[in-house]
């Protein structure tokens, strides 16, 4: 079976991560490296991070067919889809958007980027880090929502979602050993479009919106609650979607 033309592979930090490290190239179209991930394989298309990202930690040497994405890139894309308050602010679900309206995939498969950390235990595969989801942020009180919001949103562009099997996640995502990518057909969710339509009209009623990107600087206003009843609804359109359907890839 032969791999679609827009299949994207983005790898996050988590350790699993090593263990996209000798998929084939030919299995994607495109390879997307998070953050520090840039270091887990040299053949990355595409490096995107934060403005404040370190700069002694950015990729050393970046090959002509190679692209560094930052924020004047994803947060466009990001707002093309609602904005990133209601998105999540985690470069994982940036990086989703971003691809989404960027590269307009097929199928999007996310490893490393299952946003679990242990005090007990290195939560990179470089060792130890910063936990960016876990920090007091108006955007990440629901992960497991937010996750189910891109799901949901790349459905409704035809896109499937999928993460690497093994131990705990934050993604929603169904998942797929990454030995099967390209041997047999992708599991696809298919959104429900009563459910969809109502996370979405709650979403465009309240207009929490910032073009810029930088909703903290109007954060104190936007209501807690109101967040928390948009990441129930998606919630209630991710677990209400058909799950049956697959596709091949």
Known sequence: MTTAAKTVLILGSAP?????RDLPKSLFSSIVAINNAWKVRSDWDYHISPDDFPTDRMPTAVQSDQSLVGASDYVP????????IYAGATMA???????????????MVFVGCDMV?????????????????????????????KSARLMLHASQQGCACVRAPGGD??????????????QIDMP???????????????EDSLGYFVE?????DVAPDYSTDHLDAIDQLWMSAGNSSDRADRLSV
């Open 16 to 20: 699993n991560v090593l263990a996209a």
């Open 117 to 145: 950390y242990s005090n007990s235990a290195a939560p990179h595969f470089y060792g130890k880090g910063s936990a960016d989801p876990l920090r007091d942020d108006i955007t990440l009180r629901n992960l497991e929502a």
């Open 93 to 107: 679900f940036t990086a989703g958007y971003w691809v989404l309206a960027a590269l307009r995939p097929s199928a």
């Open 77 to 84: 894309a990001n707002n093309a889809y609602g904005g990133i």
């Open 212 to 216: 810029s990107g930088r909703y903290w």
């Open 188 to 202: 696809r969710v298919r959104a429900n479009p009563t459910a969809f339509n109502r996370a979405q009209s709650y």
């Open 169 to 182: 996640s934050r993604l929603v995502f169904p998942s797929m050993a990454l030995e099967e990518l390209g």
